[in-house]
């Protein structure tokens, strides 16, 4: 007969520690070099800026997904990753300085109407970008002699507006990750069940601003890269490569934690079991938004929405080939290989899929992003060069680097799991059947 637990914290070590100040500095002197590096070696700032929003949109949504993974537990009452929820909400909370991080992205565009990312801050982005001389020629007509698309989108994409949108995006996250991660670290000291309530009250209509925001936000900030492109299941993609890639980065980093000997007893191979299962259940999610965005833009074979996609599936640019690897290596692989409940239980393995899976997340906002800089400059993959890849990956290192510096600075001597929280005896009793 299993035997039950008490709902008591045993695990020797709860926090980093003397862990959070080795890590710091090293991470953070390791995201600024990184970031440097990948300027000098872009030669370019335009590329360096496509590519800089391609990690800062990893980040982002990895961020985002945290918190809709705390924001769903309180509103469903769930139990059995209570134990797991503290790392979220850590992570939730980094939504905070990432609004820091996006100053690279607003700046330029708000003092001094770079348009080298973003079309639309400057007249002419209706004309393909190869046609620089006609562009050229719209960018000094006023606005009333723009074309009719121009006119009738500029209310909305403006640098002005896109900027209050943003504060607006970084203040609902930030609030809410703050209200959840607050009143949890209050609840370690006090152990009062109210705040439980609180949180869960909260978490209501929480869920709703957060789903408007998540909308909004994936069009402004990827979608109107391509400013006459549109898609109705574009915020739904957004959501499920933002939740998918939290879930592996949340089970990576307590897999991780256990190695170093922190909170080694109170996540348990069930608890791994089931965010498998959770992830495998939203790789299937994944595709099955992708090939419905994918399957209506190709039924319809309407010119303004169909470009985006031939652009991104043509073989002779070099795209084609990144969206063979991304429907393999995204849908397919881990559709196969997380099947099985041996696999989801086994935790190198489950280690292993993590990785794989945020790879795939980063390859897939690559897929989304740098496309649209080829268009700009009239080039393929094939004008990517050893200097390049090695400026992306540069990129990559140095936001992650910036982005671990700023959860241990977060972490610091929190504990890594919720204390007293009345649900506690449920995830330590937790046992999937």
Request: hydrophobic share 50%; with cysteine; glycine share 6%.
């Amino acid at each position: 007969m299993h035997s039950t637990r008490p709902a008591k914290i045993t695990s020797p070590i709860v926090n980093l520690g003397e862990l959070q100040s080795r890590l710091t500095p090293l991470a953070l002197i390791v995201g600024a070099v990184g970031l440097v590096a990948s300027l000098v070696l872009a030669f370019n700032f335009q590329r360096f800026s496509f590519i800089y929003l391609v990690n800062f949109a990893f980040c982002l949504t990895m961020c985002i997904g945290c918190l809709f993974f705390v924001t769903i537990s309180h509103l469903t009452r769930a139990g059995w990753n209570v134990t797991l929820r503290r790392i979220a909400e850590l992570y939730a909370m980094c939504l905070v300085p990432l609004a820091i991080l996006f100053l690279p992205i607003l700046l330029p565009l708000l003092f001094i109407g770079y348009d080298g990312l973003y079309t639309w801050s400057a007249g002419g982005w209706s004309v393909h970008t190869g046609d620089a001389e006609l562009r050229t020629q719209l960018q000094n007509l006023a606005h009333d002699k723009l074309p009719p698309l121009e006119q009738l989108k500029a209310a909305y994409l403006n640098s002005g507006f896109f900027a209050i949108r943003w504060v607006v995006y970084f203040c609902i996250w930030g609030t809410m990750g703050w209200f959840f991660l607050s009143r949890s670290l209050k609840q370690d000291q006090s152990g009062d069940k109210h705040l439980t309530s609180k949180m869960q009250a909260f978490s209501a209509p929480a869920m709703i601003v957060f789903a408007v925001s998540i909308v909004f936000s994936s069009m402004d900030l990827l979608m109107s890269l391509e400013a006459l492109w549109f898609s109705t299941m574009f915020p739904v993609y957004f959501f499920a490569g933002s939740v998918l890639s939290a879930l592996a980065l949340i089970t990576l980093t307590s897999l991780l934690l256990q190695r170093t000997g922190r909170i080694t007893d109170e996540v348990t191979t069930e608890h791994y079991h089931d965010m498998g299962k959770l992830m495998f259940g939203f790789v299937i999610f994944w595709g099955y938004i992708a090939f419905s965005q994918f399957m209506l833009i190709w039924y319809a074979n309407i010119p303004e929405e169909t470009f985006w996609f031939r652009y991104r599936i043509d073989w002779t640019n070099g795209w084609g080939l990144l969206s063979l690897v991304l429907l393999v290596g995204h849908l397919f692989i881990p559709f196969l290989a997380m099947m099985g409940r041996t696999m989801r239980r086994n935790r190198t393995f489950l280690f292993g899929a993590c990785i794989w899976l945020l790879v795939m997340h980063w390859i897939d906002l690559y897929w989304l992003v740098m496309p649209q800089y080829s268009r700009a400059t009239m080039e393929g993959t094939s004008a990517m060069g050893f200097i390049s890849i090695i400026s992306d990956l540069a990129c990559l290192i140095g936001m992650l680097g910036l982005f671990f510096g700023i959860f241990c600075l977060i972490t610091r001597d929190k504990p890594l799991v919720a204390m007293q929280d009345p649900r506690l005896g449920e995830a330590l009793n937790h046992e999937v059947h």
